[in-house]
């Protein structure tokens, strides 16, 4: 299964990209840099780090990213293709999918009974 990238590691790498310093990001974002700083310095030591989600998503918008695209997480982009892919199907294909889903391929999907 893919991991998505831990946020020191994609912060880090997208000041580099942008060259961008973390004070300037912080500032840009409105986030205390005295916080991606303790992440920073503990980061680069190899302890575990985080930071909450409204700061991650203000500091990747900063650098002209999403937070998915920062953390290379193309899970909601998936979900959106599937769901488009499911809504191009015909009534019938999607019960045949359903069925095979299930490991019944020639069973009739329940959903697809009319009721007479």
């Not at 880090?12 to 840099?33: H, N, R, W, Y």
């Not at 991606?36 to 780090?49: D, F, H, N, T």
């Not at 015909?90 to 007479?116: C, F, I, N, T």
Request: net charge negative; glycine share 6%.
């Amino acid at each position: 299964m893919f991991m998505v990238r831990r946020f020191y590691d994609a912060f880090k790498e997208a000041l580099e990209i942008t060259g961008i310093s973390a004070a300037q990001a912080c500032a840009m974002a409105d986030v205390s840099p005295d916080q991606i700083k303790k992440l920073m310095q503990r980061g680069a030591k190899g302890e575990k780090v985080s930071t909450n989600v409204e700061d991650a998503m203000r500091l990747a918008n900063a650098l002209g990213f999403t937070l998915d695209e920062l953390l290379q997480d193309d899970t909601a982009a998936l979900r959106s293709e599937a769901a488009a892919l499911w809504r191009s199907l015909s009534h019938e294909e999607r019960g045949l999918l359903r069925a095979v889903a299930r490991g019944r391929d020639g069973d009739p999907d329940p959903a697809l009974q009319k009721s007479s």
